[in-house]
């Protein structure tokens, strides 16, 4: 067999464990649930409850790979909420 015929296949067999891979990865978002969830926290209130969350869907974010989208919201999220806890925390100890 020539050697086009082993890139080939690899170039298929690659694509084949590729597509397969995002299917079983698109029915469990285990990061988009901790997304919803940390965006309800932070809806009631609950800063620093839903900065934990965040924090742990960013992190199963860098497991996955693919959500560059989801990643780059969540470390906005993680900023927005270390400057509301600081301005909370500040204006507590102003009163």
């Keep these: 067999m020539p050697f086009y015929y082993y890139i080939f296949l690899v170039i298929v067999l690659s694509i084949i464990f590729l597509a397969i891979r995002s299917l079983v990865l698109r029915r469990k978002n285990i990061p988009v649930q ?15 409850e839903a900065l934990t969350t965040y924090e742990s869907a960013l992190n199963e974010v860098k497991k996955i790979r693919f959500h560059n989208r989801l990643k780059h919201k969540i470390i906005e999220k993680i900023k927005l909420l270390h400057t509301l806890i600081e301005h909370k925390n500040s204006f507590r100890f102003i009163r």
């Excluded at 901790?34 to 800063?47: I, M, R, T």
Aim: glycine share 6%.
């Design 34 to 48: 901790l997304y919803v969830k940390a965006l309800h926290n932070e809806n009631n209130g609950n800063f620093e």
